[in-house]
C-alpha cells in the first residue's frame, strides 16, 4: 500500500510530466506551423532583412521582460520567491503559451508553481488579472491614439466602457478572489495591492504594447515603405488586434484572431496579399523570438537560482 505521503509525491510528479509534455507539444507545434507556412515564408526576403528581424526580435524580450516584471511583483505579494527563481518558471510556463488553447498553458504555469506553494486558485487569480489588464491596457491604448478605422458611436462606447472592468477587482482585489475561492478552499490568499503599484502595472503593460506597436511598424516600413501607414496608425491597429488574440486564447484556435483581424485591417493601407504576408512574417517573429527568450530567460533564472 501507498502512503498518503507516496500518493501526493506520485500525483505531484504526474502533472510535472503533464506539464513538460504539453510544453513540448506547444514547440512541436511551432515547428509544424513554421511547416505549413515554409511557401508563404519563403516569399520574404529574409537575407535582404536579416538585421531588422534580428532587431525585433531583440526587441520582443523587453516586452516579456515587462510582463514579468508585473506577475513576480504579484507572486511576491502571496509567497516569498526569489526573483531568479520566479524567472525560471515564468520563463518555463511561457513556453507553452502556443498550445491551440491558453487552458493548458494556464494548466503549465499552475504545476509549476505549486512547488512554490502558489495554489492554483492563486495562480488562476493572477492569470486572470494579468489577461484582464492586458486587454484593458491594450484597447483603452487602441482607442486613445485614435483607431484608424471608422466605427459606430457605439463601438466607441463600448470600448471606453472597458476601462471600467479592472475597478471590481483590482481596487477591490476580494471581488474577484472571493468568487475564484469558490472553485477553491475558500476566499483566496490575495492581499490588497496600493494603488501606486496598480499604475506602475498598468504603465507596463502600456510599454509592453507600444514596443509591440513600434515592432510591427519598423517591420512595415521594412517590407512595405514610408509613408503607407504612420506609427500611431500601427500601435492602434497592433494593440486592438493583439488584445482580441488574448482573448480569444481562452478557446480553442481562438489565438488566430490576432491574424485574421490583423490581416483584415491592414488591408485599408495595402493589398490583401501583402498585407496576409506581413501578418505571417509579424508572427514568425514574435514566435521565434517568444521561444528564444523563454529559453534564454528559462535558463538564466535556473543559473542565477542555484
Known amino acids: 500500500m501507498f502512503s498518503k505521503t507516496g500518493r501526493v509525491s506520485t500525483f505531484?510528479?504526474?502533472?510535472?510530466?503533464?506539464?513538460?509534455?504539453?510544453?513540448?507539444?506547444?514547440?512541436?507545434?511551432?515547428?509544424?506551423?513554421?511547416?505549413?507556412?515554409?511557401?508563404?515564408?519563403?516569399t520574404i526576403r529574409w537575407a535582404a532583412q536579416w538585421k531588422v528581424f534580428l532587431l525585433l526580435i531583440g526587441m520582443y524580450g523587453l516586452s516579456l521582460v515587462l510582463n514579468f516584471v508585473v506577475w513576480h511583483?504579484?507572486?511576491?505579494?502571496?509567497?516569498?520567491?526569489?526573483?531568479?527563481?520566479?524567472?525560471?518558471?515564468?520563463?518555463?510556463?511561457?513556453?507553452?503559451?502556443?498550445?491551440?488553447?491558453?487552458?493548458?498553458?494556464?494548466?503549465?504555469?499552475?504545476?509549476?508553481?505549486?512547488?512554490?506553494?502558489?495554489?492554483?486558485?492563486?495562480?488562476?487569480?493572477?492569470?486572470?488579472?494579468?489577461?484582464?489588464?492586458?486587454?484593458?491596457?491594450?484597447?483603452?491604448?487602441?482607442?486613445?491614439?485614435?483607431?484608424?478605422?471608422?466605427?459606430?458611436?457605439?463601438?466607441?462606447?463600448?470600448?471606453?466602457?472597458?476601462?471600467?472592468?479592472?475597478?471590481?477587482?483590482?481596487?477591490?482585489?476580494?471581488?474577484?478572489?472571493?468568487?475564484?475561492?469558490?472553485?477553491?478552499r475558500g476566499r483566496l490568499p490575495v492581499p490588497g495591492m496600493p494603488r501606486w503599484l496598480v499604475l506602475g502595472w498598468l504603465f507596463a503593460y502600456v510599454l509592453a504594447w507600444l514596443n509591440g506597436g513600434l515592432m510591427l511598424h519598423i517591420l512595415l516600413v521594412n517590407t512595405v515603405g514610408t509613408g503607407v501607414i504612420t506609427l500611431r496608425q500601427t500601435v492602434g491597429l497592433?494593440?486592438?488586434?493583439?488584445?482580441?488574440?488574448?482573448?480569444?486564447?481562452?478557446?480553442?484556435?481562438?489565438?488566430?484572431?490576432?491574424?485574421?483581424?490583423?490581416?483584415?485591417?491592414?488591408?485599408?493601407?495595402m493589398p490583401l496579399p501583402v498585407a496576409a504576408a506581413v501578418t505571417i512574417a509579424f508572427r514568425f517573429i514574435l514566435t521565434v523570438g517568444d521561444v528564444i527568450w523563454s529559453l534564454i530567460l528559462w535558463k538564466v533564472g535556473a543559473f542565477l537560482h542555484n
Open 12 to 42: 505531484s510528479s504526474l502533472l510535472r510530466l503533464i506539464s513538460s509534455a504539453l510544453t513540448l507539444a506547444s514547440l512541436l507545434l511551432v515547428g509544424f506551423w513554421l511547416y505549413t507556412r515554409r511557401e508563404e515564408l519563403a
Open 73 to 184: 511583483s504579484c507572486t511576491r505579494s502571496v509567497v516569498n520567491i526569489a526573483w531568479s527563481r520566479d524567472l525560471g518558471l515564468y520563463a518555463y510556463s511561457n513556453l507553452s503559451r502556443r498550445l491551440p488553447s491558453g487552458l493548458g498553458y494556464l494548466f503549465v504555469r499552475a504545476v509549476r508553481y505549486r512547488v512554490e506553494h502558489l495554489e492554483p486558485p492563486v495562480v488562476l487569480y493572477f492569470s486572470a488579472q494579468e489577461l484582464l489588464l492586458q486587454v484593458v491596457t491594450g484597447i483603452s491604448l487602441a482607442w486613445i491614439v485614435s483607431f484608424p478605422v471608422a466605427v459606430p458611436n457605439w463601438v466607441t462606447y463600448i470600448l471606453a466602457s472597458l476601462l471600467l472592468i479592472p475597478i471590481a477587482f483590482v481596487i477591490r482585489p476580494s471581488v474577484l478572489s472571493g468568487l475564484l475561492g469558490k472553485f477553491g
Open 238 to 269: 497592433w494593440s486592438f488586434t493583439a488584445s482580441l488574440g488574448l482573448l480569444g486564447s481562452l478557446v480553442p484556435l481562438g489565438q488566430f484572431a490576432r491574424d485574421a483581424s490583423l490581416s483584415l485591417l491592414l488591408q485599408g493601407y
